[in-house]
C-alpha cells in the first residue's frame, strides 16, 4: 500500500493539498493521531483486496501530542520495515505569510492561548514539527502562492510522477525577494550580464523574446546554460538512486524576472526530454502559471 503523510505549520495549505489527494483517489483523513498509523496501516494490509485503502494519504500537524510527534522518526522507519511505501510531504510558508493568512481568516492558531502570542505559536510549531520536515520527500514553500497554485503544484507534482520516478521543478527567484524555502540546489546566475540595464527591455520578462535574444548574444549565458546542465545530468541520476523522490533546483538573479526565468526555461526545456515529470515555476512572475514542460 501507498501513504502519502502531509503535514507542515497551520495555514501552510495542508488541507488544499489533502482534498487534492481526495480527488486523486486516495482515501484521506485529516488530524490523524500519529498513535493510529500502525493501527491503520494493518488495517489494509489485512484486507484480501486494498480497496479504498490502497492509497491513502493522512495529515498530521501540531494538534497531535508533542510526545507523539518526537517518536514520529521511530514511527516512520517501524513503517517501513512492514513495506508501507511512505511519502512525507511538508509544506510551509515564511512567518509573515503565514501571519497574514491567520489575520484574514481570523482563526486560532491551535497552539495559541492567553499566554502565547500567535507569533510565538508559529516559531513554536516549526520546532515542534521538526521530526516530520527533516524527513519530507517532497517540500513545498507556499509563499506566494494561491490555493488554485498550489493545488496545481501538488497534482503536477505527486500525480505526475512515475513510481520511483525522480519529479524536478526549476523554480526562478530573485534574491532581493529571499531564497525558496524549498530548495534543494540553489544556483547564482547575476554573474550573468542583466537586462535589466538596457531600458527597452525593462518592460519584458525572461520568456519574452526580445530578453532571449539579448542573453543568447552574450557567450556567459550559454556556458551558464551548459554547466548546470552538464553538472545535474552527472548528479540526479545519483539522487534517483538513493530513493529521492523530487527535487527543487532554484535559479536566482537579483528580481527574478530576467536572467533567472530565462536559465529556468533553458533547463527545464533540456530535462524534459529525459523526465517525463518536469515542472518550470517563476515565483516572481504572478502573472505566468506554473507550467509543465
Not at 495549505?13 to 488530524?31: P, Q
Not at 540553489?186 to 539579448?214: A, E, H
Not at 534517483?240 to 533553458?266: F, L, P
Amino acid at each position: 500500500m501507498k501513504l502519502i503523510i502531509v503535514s507542515g505549520r497551520s495555514g501552510s495549505g495542508k488541507s488544499t493539498a489533502l482534498h487534492v489527494l481526495e480527488d486523486l483517489g486516495f482515501y484521506c483523513i485529516d488530524n490523524l493521531p500519529i498513535g493510529l498509523l500502525f493501527p491503520l496501516t494493518r488495517e489494509a494490509a489485512t484486507q484480501s483486496s486494498p480497496g479504498r485503502l490502497g492509497k491513502m494519504a493522512v495529515s498530521i500537524d501540531a494538534r497531535n501530542l508533542s510526545g507523539e510527534l518526537s517518536n514520529f522518526e521511530d514511527i516512520y522507519r517501524s513503517l517501513q520495515d512492514t513495506g508501507v511505501t511512505i511519502e512525507v510531504i511538508y509544506l510551509d510558508a515564511d512567518e509573515q505569510s503565514l501571519l497574514q493568512r491567520f489575520h484574514a481568516t481570523r482563526r486560532k492558531h491551535p497552539l495559541s492561548d492567553d499566554k502565547t502570542s500567535l507569533r510565538e505559536a508559529i516559531g513554536n510549531e516549526k520546532k515542534l514539527l521538526e521530526p516530520l520536515s527533516k524527513l519530507a520527500d517532497l517540500y513545498i514553500d507556499t509563499t506566494g502562492l494561491s490555493m488554485y497554485e498550489l493545488r496545481d503544484m501538488v497534482k503536477q507534482r505527486v500525480a505526475g510522477r512515475r513510481h520511483q520516478e525522480l519529479a524536478l521543478l526549476f523554480q526562478s527567484f530573485g534574491f532581493k525577494h529571499g531564497v525558496p524555502l524549498d530548495s534543494d540546489y540553489v544556483f547564482d546566475v547575476r554573474c550573468l550580464p542583466n537586462p535589466y540595464w538596457d531600458t527597452s527591455l525593462r518592460k519584458f520578462v525572461g520568456t519574452d523574446q526580445p530578453v532571449i535574444d539579448f542573453l543568447e548574444k552574450e557567450p556567459l549565458s550559454r556556458k551558464m546554460v551548459d554547466d548546470l546542465t552538464g553538472f545535474l545530468e552527472s548528479w540526479l541520476p545519483s539522487f534517483a538512486d538513493s530513493n529521492r523522490s523530487y527535487m527543487t533546483i532554484s535559479i536566482g538573479c537579483t528580481g527574478g524576472q530576467h536572467r533567472s526565468v530565462y536559465i529556468c526555461e533553458q533547463l527545464g526545456r533540456h530535462f524534459s526530454d529525459k523526465y517525463s515529470n518536469v515542472q518550470v515555476r517563476h515565483s516572481e512572475l504572478p502573472h505566468l502559471q506554473s507550467r509543465e514542460n
